[in-house]
Nanobody
Framework: VQLVESGGGTLQSGGSLRLSCAASGVSFEDYVVGWFRQAPGKERGGVSTISQCGENSYYSDTVKDRFTVSRDNSKNLVYLQMANLKPEATAVYFC?????????????????????WGQGTQVTVSS
């Protein structure tokens, strides 16, 4: 599966942004999709993940209540809506995916579980 992120940009603290992850070459409804981010000098960390049909989602403690993940399988798209962004959210954001046999998998933000990755999109939040 090929994944392409878009929607990154530069904005001021407190602003909102929506990232998109587009998949091609597959039936996206078979894939769990996660969002990860990597800030300069830091390791890549999980942000959010969503099950194949979108009925379940999971967030890291640092973003829950401010970020919302959703998907539109008819368009092969997954979104990450980010609100009240802070400068520490500055990072390259990646989407990633893997196939899971169960329609309701136990969701994880372990990067090693994801086997397809996009190239990332830069988000920069200024204070």
């Amino acid at each position: 599966v090929q994944l392409v992120e878009s929607g990154g940009g530069t904005l001021q603290s407190g602003g909102s942004l929506r990232l998109s992850c587009a998949a091609s070459g597959v039936s996206f409804e078979d894939y769990v999709v996660g969002w990860f981010r990597q800030a300069p000098g830091k390791e890549r960390g999980g942000v959010s993940t969503i099950s194949q049909c979108g009925e379940n989602s999971y967030y890291s403690d640092t973003v829950k209540d401010r970020f919302t993940v959703s998907r539109d399988n008819s368009k092969n798209l997954v979104y990450l809506q980010m609100a009240n962004l802070k400068p520490e959210a500055t990072a390259v954001y990646f989407c990633a995916s893997y196939v899971h046999a169960s329609p309701s998998p136990s969701l994880s933000l372990l990067a090693a579980e994801y086997d397809s990755w996009g190239q990332g999109t830069q988000v920069t939040v200024s204070s």
